[in-house]
């Protein structure tokens, strides 16, 4: 007989760690992560800055070239360390006049601005000017072009001037072309094509806030949740043509889940702006980072363009595959696999 008392607890095969919340041996993955999701979000705004290129064949790449050539013999001669030139193709080239001086400012809706934001404290995860004032607005005008605030803030009077400026954009196209828009088949296509882009491009008038529309739940799950094939159409900013496929969302809750709805919603927002592929599927994934504060997410996305079907290298059956793992997705390489051996089965 054991010299436990028959009052004593029965001694649990379970390890304490798993009934009482995590290891005292796992280490702590929120810097990680947090470094993580800045340097996507930094990823994302670079996308946004234009950039002259230079042409390195031209007289002034040319001089540009002999220039720092002669100035890094003149310092070895006179034993000066080198110092690394930066031309004018490494500077990226910022816009100067905003459309108003509001627009540079991270948009907030006027509900948020009763009280600042303070992370839950639920989350593990420390606080950090990151987290304090995350990127992805919960307006949902995250990374907005001048003049998207103007748009959603328009009056049903702007928003028709809006319509008639494009139509009579599109009528300048049909006649540059050769077509005449007087004719029937013609007459109401510019005003028709207009709605259409507005349509396309809703994404621009939509938030967040309004999207998500409170449907986050506290919930016991730590295991995968994933909505396959959600489809997906949006607008190649290159060549303003469609291109279309389906989007794959997984990620692993922190005691928080999301209706399963708004994933898919999520994505629509997103694809409905003139977009690329590749950042279209760091922003959904960011979002539903930030929404939620996962363990982990991961966004696969599979789309066929039609600026490389009817243009170009025309070749029809081409898809393109992307994806963004944060997280344990992208730290945990067995994470990940299970993730993606689940996306293949049918």
């Known amino acids: 007989m054991g010299s436990d008392s028959p009052t004593s607890p029965k001694p649990s095969a379970i390890p304490s760690h798993m009934l009482n919340g995590s290891s005292p041996?796992?280490?702590?993955?929120?810097?990680?992560?947090?470094?993580?999701?800045?340097?996507?979000?930094?990823?994302?705004r670079s996308s946004f800055e234009p950039r002259i290129p230079l042409e390195f064949e031209s007289p002034e790449a040319k001089s540009e070239t002999k220039s720092d050539k002669t100035e890094t013999e003149a310092e070895t001669e006179t034993g000066a360390a080198p110092t690394h030139a930066v031309s004018s193709a490494e500077v990226p080239i910022r816009s100067v006049a905003p459309v108003r001086p509001t627009l540079n400012d991270p948009p907030r809706d006027p509900r948020d601005a009763a009280a600042p934001f303070t992370p839950s404290t639920s989350v593990s995860r420390p606080a950090s000017p990151y987290t304090l004032n995350p990127p992805i607005d919960f307006d949902g005008l995250s990374w907005p072009c001048p003049g998207t605030r103007q748009r959603k803030e328009s009056t049903p009077e702007e928003t028709e001037q809006r319509l008639?400026?494009?139509?009579?954009?599109?009528?300048?196209?049909l006649?540059?072309?050769?077509?005449?828009?007087?004719?029937?088949?013609?007459?109401?296509?510019?005003?028709?094509?207009?709605?259409?882009?507005?349509?396309?491009?809703?994404?621009?008038?939509?938030?967040?806030?309004?999207?998500?529309?409170?449907?986050?739940?506290?919930?016991?799950?730590?295991?995968?949740?994933?909505?396959?094939?959600?489809?997906?159409?949006?607008?190649?900013?290159h060549h303003m043509v469609p291109f279309t496929g389906k989007m794959h969302i997984g990620y692993i809750p922190d005691r928080r889940?999301?209706?399963?709805?708004?994933?898919?919603?999520?994505?629509?927002?997103?694809?409905?702006?003139l977009q690329v592929q590749e950042r279209l599927t760091k922003q959904v994934a960011l979002a539903i980072s930030e929404v939620l504060q996962p363990r982990?997410?991961?966004?696969?996305?599979?789309?066929?363009?039609?600026?490389?079907?009817?243009?170009?290298?025309?070749?029809?059956?081409?898809?393109?595959?992307?994806?963004?793992?944060?997280?344990?997705?992208?730290?945990?390489?067995?994470?990940?696999?299970?993730?993606?051996?689940?996306?293949?089965?049918?």
């Open 175 to 237: 006649e540059c072309i050769g077509e005449d828009p007087e004719r029937e088949g013609l007459l109401e296509t510019p005003m028709r094509y207009a709605k259409a882009m507005l349509y396309f491009t809703k994404g621009y008038e939509e938030n967040v806030r309004d999207l998500v529309n409170n449907a986050v739940f506290h919930e016991d799950h730590d295991e995968l949740v994933i909505v396959k094939d959600i489809d997906v159409f949006s607008m190649c900013e």
């Open 257 to 273: 889940v999301l209706g399963l709805s708004k994933l898919a919603r999520l994505a629509e927002m997103f694809s409905r702006r």
């Open 25 to 44: 041996l796992q280490r702590s993955t929120g810097s990680r992560d947090s470094r993580e999701r800045e340097s996507l979000n930094t990823s994302i």
């Open 296 to 346: 982990g997410v991961g966004v696969v996305m599979e789309s066929s363009h039609l600026c490389m079907v009817m243009r170009g290298v025309q070749k029809v059956s081409s898809t393109t595959t992307t994806s963004c793992m944060l997280g344990c997705m992208r730290s945990s390489a067995k994470t990940r696999e299970e993730f993606l051996t689940l996306l293949n089965r049918r």
């Open 164 to 173: 008639e400026k494009m139509s009579g954009a599109i009528r300048t196209i």
